[in-house]
């Protein structure tokens, strides 16, 4: 059973930094992508960072030069450093990945951005 938990998240003042993580369970971790989403209420979820198997990266111009995606395939663990956070940023943060032709999902994390 595919298994994903965020953690990390809270609140933090304008430019402020956090991390995110994404503990990963019930896949072999190392051989997917993996990505993080956030979503605000009333608007789609949107894809933010994405690392593949070979640590490939990819930002959404958003988040882009702030956000650092990355993995340890040791600890089945995906981050995602957000650094100079700004008030556009706060959202559920959810991490997922696409296994065996189905999509995964954690509960997510909320991240607050208020002086």
């Known amino acids: 059973q595919v298994r994903l938990v965020e953690s990390g998240g809270g609140l933090v003042q304008p430019g402020g930094s956090l991390r995110l993580s994404c503990a990963a369970s019930g896949i072999n971790f190392k051989l997917y992508a993996m990505k993080w989403y956030r979503q605000v209420p009333g608007k789609e979820r949107e894809l933010i960072a994405t690392?593949?198997?070979?640590?490939?990266?990819n930002y959404t111009d958003s988040v882009k030069d702030r956000f650092t995606i990355s993995r340890n395939n040791v600890r089945n663990i995906l981050n995602l450093q957000m650094n100079s956070l700004k008030p556009e940023d706060p959202a559920r943060y959810y991490c997922?990945?696409?296994?065996?032709?189905?999509?995964?999902w954690g509960p997510g994390t909320q991240v607050t951005v208020s002086s």
């Open positions: 690392i593949t198997s070979a640590c490939q990266t």
């Open positions: 997922s990945t696409t296994a065996v032709g189905k999509n995964f």
